[in-house]
């Protein structure tokens, strides 16, 4: 078995260099190698390759963010993750209708598997089989939901229905064990509040969410620049 899980941190700590070209190679050969040597292990860390490099360099308009991904037998956690990150090239593209229809389809995938979590799979049909959800997996893909909930609030200019979103990833968040390395939560809770709070020229604030995000991945690019940015005379 190929080592993915190592070539995943090594383009987690190629992005956080600011080697964007190596990690974006490191993407397309994971690419290649869930074509020639197909596996639900090798899609599994495509969609954690390709999220992870378009969460840290924000090309959600190019070669990467268009990589398709068959998720339809992987764990929620996964198939939550890619449903985020074509949430967000929908949210930065301003298609309404593609993040409501990712929303949907997220909202049913979780009904789906709390029901199989609560109840055991043995009480649902299903043609499909799927990895097992815990309940860990379940508040990972409802803070993804969270957060694209919050965004489609701010597209409806709902400023306020945002924040709650915001505010309520990040409360599940800190229920959750933190771990080191590429979050699994791709965009931290912290990070995106933080990232919008910008937007809306709440320094303050996000300087505040983004030290909070430091605690939990200390040294991250993307942090490190958003604190930066806070200091900017508006």
């Known amino acids: 078995a190929r080592g993915y899980h190592a070539f995943h941190w090594l383009q987690y700590g190629y992005l956080q260099k ?31 390759l390709k999220g992870t490099y378009l969460t840290e360099t924000d090309e959600w308009d190019g070669e990467i963010a268009n990589i398709p991904v068959d998720i339809t037998d992987l764990n929620i956690s996964v198939r939550s993750q890619y449903h985020f990150l074509e949430g967000m090239k929908a949210f930065k593209e301003g298609n309404i209708s593609k993040l409501d229809s990712v929303l949907n389809t997220m909202e049913q995938d979780h009904k789906r598997e709390s029901f199989v979590v609560a109840e055991g799979s043995s009480k649902l049909c299903s043609a499909v089989t799927r990895d097992e959800a815990t309940e860990m997996d379940l508040k990972e893909s409802e803070i993804r939901q969270n957060q694209l909930m919050a965004l489609r609030a701010d597209l409806n200019n ?73 200091k900017q005379v508006i």
């Not at 490191?26 to 040597?37: F, G, I, Q, S």
């Open 18 to 48: 600011g080697n964007y070209e190596e990690a974006k190679k490191m993407v397309l050969d994971m690419k290649k190698y869930a074509t020639e040597t197909p596996s639900k292990s090798a899609r599994t860390y495509l969609v954690f």
């Open 158 to 230: 709902d400023l306020k229905l945002a924040e709650e979103h915001f505010i309520k990833s990040i409360d599940i968040e800190n229920s959750l064990s933190f771990s080191y390395g590429p979050p699994s939560i791709q965009k931290p809770p912290h990070e995106l509040f933080a990232d919008w709070l910008l937007t809306q020229n709440r320094n303050e604030e996000a300087a505040k969410h983004y030290s909070l995000a430091l605690k939990n991945g200390p040294g991250r690019l993307r942090i490190l620049k958003g604190i930066e940015n806070t």
